[in-house]
Each structure stands twice: as structure tokens, then as C-alpha cells.
């Protein structure tokens, strides 16, 4: 397997400056190869691209002024979407063309809450069997879990579970298991479906906003966008993306430095370079093609950016 991970940006894709994009956040492609951003622009929360020519597809406004997380998911042999809103308090289920078939609001049910304000779900996680949970990364850091037909069922983490605050931002199921970003508390941490912290890895100098795998021919990997490197002590820092193995070492950095380990297999803490492409990576996506797709939090003309495999 190759070892070395080198990309470069496609310029111009996408002529992001002409579109009605503030923040890039979620990314996921569908079975046919079209690539999904959910942005919190009033205008244009659901984006459809093609990914060769960068060309809009499809644009779907759902009144989504907080829209974050967006999870793509198989059921009854078609594909949904799953949406998060900060703002609105919301998860959404909708098609792949954004109709909406169903929402739930703020979780009244774990008793955690005294009002909808309090519940800023970040991203959704699904099992195969039709179960998801949902991270309140911007709230109170609970992870609320509801069954195959939308019904809550339970809730875990907070503070006093183990999860501190700004803590479960984004991630991903792996082996009926939650993988889950934990954002200002570096880390990439495993949580069983009942709650049980299973394993934690620390990435020192790093802000992991997401992961998504990134299966090769040979193993998988995962792929990490970090929002900054010191995050939030100082927000200039313009951040860099992660190639993790199966076991979640650091292997390269796009945008940021080497990674070293020390002779007790210590990561060293890891910078973003003076010369990294990006500006706040919030997810970062491979494609079928072996390109990066990252969408981008505040980064003025550059909500996304496509970057080619060399």
C-alpha cells in the first residue's frame, strides 16, 4: 500500500464564491457517486455536486440556520439522509433530494433538559439494524439513542457519564461500536452502545471535528479533518487533515506536520504547517477517485475544496 499520502487543490472547482455558502460542514456521496455538503446558508442548506466538474446538481433549502452534521444511511432499499440543526434544535430524516420524513426535536424524555435551547445535536451514528444515536456536541454532551423506528430508547455520556463538555462532535459506527471525534478534547475515543468508554486515542495539537473511513485495497484507514491546531485558545490557526491506519496511528498529515511518535509509541504533539491548503477543516471525505473533499467552517471563499491524488 502506498505509504505516502500527497494531494493537491483542484483550483476552481466548484466556483464556490458563486454559490450562497457560509460554513461547509457534513459531506457524505451516495451509491451513484454524488457528493452531499449541508451548510448553515439560509438559502442553501443541502448542496448535491457532481464531483468530476464541480457542477450543483441539486440545492434544497430546509431552514436549517445551524445545519452541521449529515449522515447517509440504507433503509428499505434506498438511501436517506440524516441532518443536524445547532439552531433549530432538530434532527432531520429526509431523501436524498431533501424531503423531509421525519424530525425529532430536543429530547424531553432524558430529563436533562429544561428547554429545546439546551439541545444543539451535532452529528447522528446508525447501526445496521436501524438504530442511531445522536451527539449533542454543541449542548450538553449527551449521546441520545433511538430505535429502528425513531422511538427514544435511552440516553448516555454528559459530564457525569464520562463525556466532557465539547466533547462528542462527529464520528462514525464501527463494529456496532461509536467512534466519536471528541473535538477540544483531542481525542478519538470508542464508546460501546450502552455507554462504556472501550479505548481512546490521544492526538496532541490536533481538533478532530470528524473521521471517516477511507477503505483502501489492502486496509482501512480513516481520515480526520481538524477544525485548528489549538483550537479554541487561539482560532487563527487554519487547521489540517489526518490519514490514520486501522489503528488509528497517524500516518501522514495534509496541511500539517510530520507525525513523530516517541519510543514509547507517544504521538508528539502535531502542528498545521505555514503552507496548508486549508481554512478550518470540518469534514473531510475521500472519494471514489481517491480525491479529498473537505468542507470548510469559516473560511470565506472556501467552504469547499476538492484535491486531487498525485
Keep these: ?38 451548510t448553515d446558508h439560509a438559502d442553501a442548506n443541502l448542496l448535491v455536486f457532481d464531483p468530476a466538474t464541480g457542477r450543483v446538481v441539486h440545492q434544497k433549502n430546509l431552514g436549517l440556520t445551524g445545519g452541521h452534521g449529515l449522515s447517509i444511511v440504507e433503509e428499505n432499499r434506498r438511501q436517506v439522509l440524516f441532518m443536524t440543526c445547532l439552531n433549530t434544535h432538530r434532527v432531520l430524516k429526509t431523501t436524498l433530494q431533501g424531503e423531509v420524513l421525519a424530525e ?6 432524558t430529563g436533562k433538559y429544561r428547554s429545546a435551547d439546551e439541545y444543539k445535536p451535532s452529528w447522528t451514528l446508525h447501526l445496521t439494524s436501524g438504530d ?3 451527539l449533542d456536541g454543541y449542548g450538553k454532551d449527551y449521546v441520545i439513542h433511538y430505535d429502528k423506528n425513531g422511538n427514544y430508547t435511552g440516553y448516555f455520556g454528559g459530564n457525569e ?18 467512534l466519536i471525534a471528541m473535538s477540544d478534547q483531542r481525542s478519538i475515543a470508542r464508546w460501546s452502545t450502552n455507554g462504556k468508554k ?6 496532541p495539537g490536533s481538533d478532530p471535528r470528524m473521521l ?7 486496509a482501512k484507514l480513516w481520515v480526520v479533518g481538524h477544525l485548528g491546531g ?18 488509528f496511528k497517524v500516518l501522514a498529515n495534509v496541511g500539517g506536520s510530520k507525525p513523530e511518535y516517541d519510543k514509547t509509541g507517544k504521538l508528539k504533539p502535531m502542528e498545521t504547517l505555514p503552507d496548508t491548503p486549508f481554512r478550518r477543516p470540518h ?7 481517491d480525491s479529498l473533499y473537505v468542507g470548510q467552517f469559516d473560511s470565506g471563499d472556501q467552504p469547499l475544496l476538492k484535491l486531487e491524488r498525485i
Design 1 to 38: 500500500m502506498k505509504r505516502e499520502f500527497t494531494w493537491r487543490v483542484v483550483p476552481g472547482w466548484a466556483k464556490p464564491a458563486s454559490l450562497p455558502i457560509k460554513n461547509g460542514h457534513g459531506l457524505v456521496f451516495d451509491k451513484s457517486g454524488y457528493l452531499y455538503l449541508l
Design 104 to 109: 425529532w426535536g430536543w429530547p424531553k424524555e
Design 132 to 134: 442511531f444515536f445522536v
Design 161 to 178: 457519564g464520562g463525556i466532557p463538555h465539547w466533547g462528542p462532535h462527529g464520528g462514525y459506527m464501527d463494529k456496532d461500536t461509536l
Design 198 to 203: 472501550l479505548g481512546e486515542w490521544t492526538l
Design 212 to 218: 471517516r473511513p477511507w477503505n483502501s485495497t489492502q
Design 230 to 247: 489549538k483550537w479554541p485558545q487561539d482560532r487563527n490557526v487554519p487547521g489540517y487533515v489526518s490519514i490514520l491506519d486501522a489503528n
Design 283 to 289: 469534514d473531510a471525505i475521500v472519494g471514489p477517485d
